[in-house]
């Protein structure tokens, strides 16, 4: 059982700064990804970063070089940091975990219960 805690979201102007971060607690052997979705009103929910168990960061298009990934795995958690936030940013932020339970082979994913990002003027 893997429990998530978010932090980070709020109100902030277009070209503002945001970090997100997410810690992962609970019994469970290793996690593989983790990364952070979200969703806006009105819309599916959409990837928009993923960091491996080996580092490799995966960002959706509208963020590239925009956004950055990054992780601490003696914390087992993830950071998310948005620069150059767009009003089309604006959505809750569900942190995602990839990780094995103790006595279990495969891996089973968690949700956050997501934080707020508001990109307004």
């Known amino acids: 059982q893997v429990q998530l805690a978010e932090s980070g979201g709020g109100l902030v102007q277009p070209g503002g700064s945001l970090r997100l971060s997410c810690a992962a607690s609970?019994?469970?052997?290793?996690?593989?990804?983790m990364g952070w979705y979200r969703q806006a009103p009105g819309k599916q929910r959409e990837l928009v970063a993923l960091?491996?168990?080996?580092?490799?960061?995966n960002y959706a298009d509208s963020v590239k070089g925009r956004f950055t990934i990054s992780k601490d795995g003696a914390k087992n958690t993830v950071y998310l940091q948005m620069s150059s936030l767009k009003p089309e940013d604006t959505a809750v932020y569900y942190c995602y975990c990839n990780a094995r339970p103790f006595g279990r082979y495969d891996y089973e994913g968690s949700w956050g219960q997501g934080t707020q990002v508001t990109v307004s003027s």
């Open positions: 960091i491996t168990r080996g580092g490799s960061p």
């Open positions: 609970g019994r469970f052997f290793s996690i593989s990804d």
